[in-house]
């Protein structure tokens, strides 16, 4: 995967298709891919990294075809804190090499594992009935400026501001509602001024939704 900067035009060619092989939050150490891909026969695919809006990184692959349509994979890593933004990818074709089609949407890529992690808990037991609502409480005794949810991998929403409180520690709640989905949560930390670099992710926890109260029951992971 070859460096370039370049300056273009972009073209209404319709706009390629940009997604994450694996899930967007990366540790640090670790390779992610993203696939771009149209319907459109290019001949180049140029994925982009933004930081502050600003195209920061551009990278060029040779389009692979397939039952008429291109694709390319770029992988990236081992991720550092350097890699984390938000990218974009664009077609392009060879007798042209300076205009390219529309940009994709974005995909954020988030560098995970920057700080030591947050705790993540319950206010009531992690089991809860289909309908009811549920919290959860991130905290940490690092001032983190914001707190982050994830679900098996999955970020929620947007972010928390944190919040001081009366033992010294610092924290937010997350309320997740009335329609909880089963699964591992974890949350992170992150400051204001890297807000693509995230902690290491609190320890799982497991919330268990059932059709009717039950006692707690405990989750081997």
């Known amino acids: 995967m070859s460096l370039t900067i370049v300056l273009c035009n972009v073209l209404l060619y319709r706009k390629p298709f940009l997604l994450a092989l694996q899930p967007s939050l990366v540790n640090l150490g670790e390779k992610v ?7 459109i026969m290019f001949d180049t695919f140029i994925l982009t990294s933004h930081k502050n809006g600003t195209i920061k990184d551009s990278f060029e692959l040779s389009a692979g075809h397939y039952h008429g349509g291109s694709q390319a994979n770029f992988s990236i890593g081992p991720v550092t804190p350097d890699d984390a933004g938000t990218y974009t990818c664009y077609g392009s074709f060879n007798h042209s090499p300076y205009e390219w089609s529309e940009s994709s949407g974005p995909i954020d890529i988030k560098i995970t594992g920057l700080y030591k992690k947050p705790s993540l808990s319950a206010l009531m037991e992690p089991v809860v009935m289909s309908g009811e609502n549920m919290t959860l409480t991130c905290f940490s005794d ?33 309320h997740l509602g009335s329609v ?6 974890r949350c992170y930390g992150s400051f204001r001024n890297s807000s693509h670099l995230w902690s290491t992710p609190s320890d799982p926890l497991y919330i ?4 009717k109260r039950t006692s707690y029951i405990p989750h081997i992971l």
């Open 142 to 174: 690092l001032q983190f400026d914001m707190f982050h949810l994830s679900m098996e991998g999955v970020p929620k929403d947007h972010g928390l501001p944190s919040v001081k409180s009366h033992n010294g520690t610092f924290q937010d709640s997350f």
């Open 180 to 185: 909880v989905q089963a699964g591992n949560y």
């Open 33 to 39: 891919t993203l696939e771009c891909r149209s319907e």
């Open 208 to 211: 268990l939704v059932t059709g």
